[in-house]
Nanobody
Framework: QVQLVESGGGLVQAGGSLRLSCAASGRAFSSYSMGWFRRAPGKEREPVSAVSGTGGTRYYADAVKGRFSISRDNAKNTVYLQMNSLKPEDTAVYYC???????????????????WGQGTQVTVSS
């Protein structure tokens, strides 16, 4: 069982930056690939980024490539999402998720994750 708690959301102006954190409880954190998703108002939850268990492989959605960066600290059981050059269209609830797949060959989809956090709101004003 893995419990996930996100933090770091907030209100920021367009062009600004935020760093989201996701703290995980439970054992063998490094055996899980971790991902970030977001759900904008009126839209489906979509994958944003994913990182393999070792941190060596990372994937990004096209909409955030070059602006967002995912990382993890297995010693702290924490995964991060650094978001730069934020746009109003990045406004969403951001969710952290854990997958039992340690290795990644692609950006995992929603049904490939077993555990989810409660979400943190990110609002980007124009």
């Amino acid at each position: 069982q893995v419990q996930l708690v996100e933090s770091g959301g907030g209100l920021v102006q367009a062009g600004g930056s935020l760093r989201l954190s996701c703290a995980a409880s439970g054992r063998a954190f490094s055996s899980y690939s971790m991902g970030w998703f977001r759900r904008a108002p009126g839209k489906e939850r979509e994958p944003v980024s994913a990182v393999s268990g070792t941190g060596g492989t990372r994937y990004y959605a096209d909409a955030v490539k070059g602006r967002f960066s995912i990382s993890r600290d297995n010693a702290k059981n924490t995964v991060y999402l650094q978001m730069n050059s934020l746009k109003p269209e990045d406004t969403a609830v951001y969710y952290c998720a854990a997958s039992g797949k340690m290795w990644l060959t692609k950006l995992l989809q929603r049904d490939e994750y077993s555990y989810w956090g409660q979400g943190t709101q990110v609002t980007v004003s124009s």
